[in-house]
């Protein structure tokens, strides 16, 4: 079983079904990638792995434990972490009063050291440690919600659309920061609605629409070409 393994998912919001037998896996250092168009069901989806939305049927896996019915800082405490699309960081507190945050599910014993080791991934960060998070830049603000998600020391960490609102540039860049992520061990599940960066990062592919998994690609390959393009053009796969 790979770290990750959702079967057969349907979950939503009390009357409101919005995933329809979803099943993805993500294994050991590996960054999936989960694209489709708005209220396709993305955001759901990472909120029913935290816990956040309403599992109807269908299971959800850690590490070959079932963590369908876990109250969400159980599943924290086991290694998976959540930087939500908006809301992501506390606007009146510091850089560093942020991370602290991050890290409220943990014995405080080396702090400093995790402080510093995010530090040394978002240089842009450590300059402004004490500024407050509704002072950074759009981009920045996107470094600190990672930051602070990477402070619970998790195994498995879940984006939604980190790169809203940024510029092509601050989002190659925050992108490559994802890749150093992956390299220091950690996996990832990036929810992206740009095809492309969500192609630049990944090893595997989904594709969601209307809360259904209808693809599952590899980038570079032709069917991934294809995806892009049928986004690009705004058709419709079904
Ligand atoms: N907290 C909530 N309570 C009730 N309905 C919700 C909630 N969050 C989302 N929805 C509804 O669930 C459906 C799927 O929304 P979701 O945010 O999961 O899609 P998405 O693919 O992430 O879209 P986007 O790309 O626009 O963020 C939409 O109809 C949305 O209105």
């Known amino acids: ?20 037998s979803v099943s993805l896996r993500v294994g050991d250092r590996e960054v999936v990638s989960v694209v489709g168009p708005n209220g396709a069901g993305k955001t759901t989806l990472l909120n029913s792995i935290m816990g956040l939305a309403e599992v109807y049927s269908g299971k959800v896996y850690f590490d070959g434990a079932d963590i369908t019915g876990l109250k969400t800082e159980k599943r924290v405490a086991l290694g998976l972490s959540y930087s939500p699309q908006t809301n992501n960081v506390f606007p009146n507190l510091s850089v560093l009063e942020n991370l602290l945050l991050g890290a409220y599910t943990r014995r405080h014993d080396r702090l400093r050291d995790d402080v510093e080791e995010v530090f040394r991934l978002f240089p842009e960060l450590a300059g402004r440690a004490k500024s407050k998070a509704k002072n950074l830049s759009g981009g920045e603000r996107q470094m600190l919600a990672i930051a602070r998600a990477l402070m619970s020391k998790p195994r498995l960490l879940l984006l939604d659309e980190p790169t809203t609102g940024l510029s092509p540039k601050a989002s190659k860049s925050l992108l490559n920061k994802l890749l150093e992520i992956k390299s220091m061990g950690v996996s990832i599940l990036l929810v992206e609605q740009n095809v492309d960066y969500a192609m630049s990062v990944a090893d595997r592919v989904y594709h969601l629409v209307e809360g259904k998994i209808v693809g599952e690609y590899l980038p570079g390959s032709p069917e991934a070409r294809t995806l892009i393009e049928t986004f690009l053009t705004g058709r419709r796969v079904s």
């Open 1 to 20: 079983m790979r770290m990750l393994e959702v079967v057969g998912l349907v979950a939503g919001y009390g009357k409101l079904k919005v995933l329809d």
